[in-house]
């Protein structure tokens, strides 16, 4: 008969979760990669990456929970000195930390918006435009208290180079995620 001890593996720990860990470790290095294929666009301090992309992907396929410890890992892992953000920065400071700290908030949300129900596409590109908006919306609070800019100069230096490509990502996650169920079916 097995009883559960203090040293014991708690009835909770299931092969389920110990799956989820591993796609969640999946998406942290997918994250990391993201972060170093990117493009420094001179008239703002922030790069092009496809951080966002594994952002969204993550909350849109591993869910709430799973994409937000995928990305909350991601974020750590940078912060204690692992050199897997931009450019093989670490450290939670300069102009890019607000979107860095947002990562994890928008896998949860967008994994929360969708994950509850089936969704349709066009529901999944809103749950995506609105992790895209809390990026934003953090990246651009910590870019104008950074750089001592203007709320107007950090939207516009924060969000307008990088909007035409976060919406061809959004699709992109979207129809990834979309084959991703439907091979899992």
């Not at 993201?34 to 966002?52: M, S, W």
């Not at 410890?69 to 912060?79: E, H, K």
């Not at 516009?156 to 990088?162: D, K, L």
Request: charged residues 10%.
């Amino acid at each position: 008969m097995y009883r559960e001890t203090a040293l014991s593996f708690p009835k909770q720990l299931s092969w389920t979760s110990l799956r989820s860990w591993k796609g969640s470790l999946l998406f942290t290095a997918l994250t990391a990669l993201g972060a170093h294929l990117a493009v420094h666009i001179p008239p703002t301090p922030v790069p092009i990456t496809l951080q966002v992309f594994a952002v969204l992907l993550s909350g849109l396929i591993l869910g709430e929970r799973w994409g937000f410890v995928a990305q909350a890992q991601y974020v750590i892992l940078g912060a204690c000195g692992v050199p897997i953000f931009a450019f093989g920065n670490y450290g939670l400071s300069g102009p890019s930390a607000g979107y860095l700290l947002a990562f994890p908030i928008a896998a949860w949300l967008i994994g929360w918006l969708t994950q509850k129900r089936e969704c349709s596409g066009l529901q999944q590109i809103a749950a995506c435009g609105l992790g895209i908006t809390m990026i934003y919306g953090f990246g651009c609070t910590w870019l104008a208290l950074y750089m001592h800019m203007s709320a107007y100069q950090a939207l516009i230096a924060g969000t307008a180079w990088f909007l035409p490509f976060d919406i061809a990502k959004a699709g992109l996650a979207v129809a990834l995620s979309r084959l991703w169920r439907a091979a899992g079916d």
